[in-house]
């Protein structure tokens, strides 16, 4: 708006705006946090399930390793065969 030939800008109640903003600032930041926080879980628990996982597949493969060799060595194609 144009009062006696200069620009002028009507005038804000800054405080009441910031205290909002402010507040909303803070909520979103908590809320925020506490998605970060879930998800961080998230991840752990499936960084853990891998790891079970992973160690069961070591497991059956040694078990299946160890079947085929007293397999192979009742066979008489083994070390202690005669």
Avoid at 32 to 46: C, H, S, T
């Amino acid at each position: 708006m144009r009062v006696g030939g200069s620009l002028r800008v009507p005038g804000h109640d800054l405080r009441r705006g910031l205290a909002a903003d402010l507040a909303q600032l803070i909520f979103d930041f908590a809320a925020a946090g506490a998605e970060r926080a879930i998800e961080r879980n998230i991840e752990v628990a499936q960084i853990r399930a891998e790891s079970v996982e992973s160690a069961g597949d070591r497991f059956l493969r040694a078990g299946e390793t160890i079947a085929q060799t007293l397999r192979h060595q009742l066979s008489g194609h083994g070390a202690w065969s005669a």
